[in-house]
């Protein structure tokens, strides 16, 4: 499975972004799909994941200003981010589960400054 990350870039704090995670195929046949991010000197943190069943969970940083969805037709994962703030400042990665293999794809980078 590949996938590509893509819609980060320089957001003013507040500010909102979405994030877009391409599959390289169907990501019904994905049993879970991630954000993770890593902020710069720091460890990869988990952001937030949706199973092929449509659950989702979020860490307690981003609940309530992150939104996980997925579009089946268009084999593509998103985060919608809103009320970003520095801390948010961080390269995003998405991650696929699919049984019992895990695939990254490249991170996209968002940077939150005014």
């Known amino acids: 499975v590949q996938l590509q990350a893509s819609g980060g870039g320089l957001i003013q704090p507040g500010g909102s972004l979405r994030l877009s995670c391409a599959a390289s195929e169907s990501i019904d046949s994905l049993y879970m799909m991630e954000w993770w991010r890593q902020a710069p000197g720091k460890e990869r943190d988990f952001v937030a994941f949706?199973?092929?069943?449509?659950?989702?969970n979020y860490a307690d940083s981003v609940k309530g200003r992150f939104t996980i969805s997925r579009s089946v037709v268009k084999n593509t994962m998103y985060l919608q981010m809103n009320r970003l703030k520095p801390d948010d400042t961080a390269v995003y990665y998405c991650?696929?589960?699919?049984?019992?293999?895990?695939?990254w794809g490249q991170g996209t980078e968002v940077t939150v400054s005014s």
């Open positions: 949706i199973t092929n069943l449509g659950s989702t």
């Open positions: 991650k696929a589960r699919k049984q019992g293999n895990v695939y």
